[in-house]
């Protein structure tokens, strides 16, 4: 999870970049449309789910049927959002770590072997294959398979969607289409085709998720993450998410 400060400032300007648009019919400046979001406003505002969405906030008031979903979508972007961060520049150097373990791993377990062979003394034999024994139960522990790696070190918010995304990363951009394909998949959960939300809309708002959360910022009129210096467009991020599936698991509506 993040700190109370770092959800405090999310909040904060997810709700003003939704201000902006709400407030003026008029089109906001480059800097703060890099959301799309008199476009997103409008989709939402055709929808009636553009104050709610709006707020987004995980407070307590329970006056609407559906409060508890919005809420539980915002707890697990933030819990994404937390993932993300402790994971962003860390892809490449914890893979090589855990290659560096298994050939680290391999090469005591020869020595080992080697040494016990030239030991003439039997009770010195004795100890060193107990001790190699316990060496390679605990050896087990460390899986030939990165995917074990992964699975210890991801944290991603609850929900088994059926998506494409490679789980085991091996890049620092594999990180982020992960974090794009299941926060979409969240908001999705809550701006459905019924509602008349588009796949182009939960793009933008998948955007406006890295400006809030200060995954990436304003660079030369063009929204730029942080985590590598790579363009975030909208248009790429649609590409994606039909890519892993999500117009198929989630019906979509198109504008």
């Known amino acids: 999870m993040i700190s109370a400060g770092s959800t405090r400032r999310f909040l904060e300007r997810?709700?003003?970049?939704?201000?902006?648009?709400?407030?003026t019919?008029?089109?906001?400046?480059?800097?703060?449309?890099l959301w799309e979001g008199a476009k997103a406003c409008a989709c939402l505002r055709r929808a009636?789910?553009?104050?709610?969405?709006?707020?987004?906030?995980?407070?307590?008031?329970?006056?609407?049927p559906h409060d508890w979903k919005r809420r539980q979508i915002f707890e697990q972007i933030i819990r994404e959002v937390g993932t993300y961060t402790r994971l962003a520049g860390q892809v490449v150097k914890l893979n090589q770590e855990y290659e560096h373990l298994r050939e680290f791993?391999?090469?005591?377990?020869?020595?080992?072997?080697?040494?016990?062979?030239?030991l003439c003394s039997e009770k010195a034999?004795?100890?060193?294959?107990?001790?190699?024994?316990?060496?390679?139960?605990q050896k087990q522990s460390v899986s030939p398979k990165k995917a074990e790696l992964w699975r210890a070190h991801i944290n991603w918010a609850p929900g088994?969607?059926?998506?494409?995304?490679?789980?085991?990363l091996e890049r620092e951009r594999d990180l982020d289409a992960a974090f794009q394909v299941?926060?979409?998949a969240i908001l999705r959960v809550y701006l459905s085709k019924e509602s008349g939300i588009s796949l182009r809309t939960i793009s933008r708002l998948v955007v406006l998720v890295y400006l809030s959360a200060g995954l990436a910022g304003d660079r030369h009129d063009e929204a730029i993450i942080c985590n590598g210096g790579r363009r975030l467009e909208i248009r790429n991020v649609e590409q994606r998410l039909r890519r892993a599936g999500l117009d198929r698991l989630f019906d979509y509506y198109e504008e």
């Open 14 to 23: 997810w709700r003003s970049a939704f201000q902006v648009h709400k407030t």
């Open 48 to 64: 009636d789910l553009l104050e709610s969405i709006a707020l987004g906030d995980m407070g307590k008031e329970k006056s609407m």
């Open 182 to 184: 299941r926060v979409a």
């Open 25 to 33: 019919r008029k089109r906001a400046p480059v800097e703060l449309d």
């Open 125 to 137: 034999r004795t100890l060193l294959a107990e001790h190699i024994t316990r060496f390679r139960i």
């Open 160 to 168: 088994a969607f059926d998506l494409r995304y490679r789980a085991v």
């Open 105 to 118: 791993l391999s090469k005591m377990e020869e020595k080992f072997s080697k040494e016990l062979k030239i």
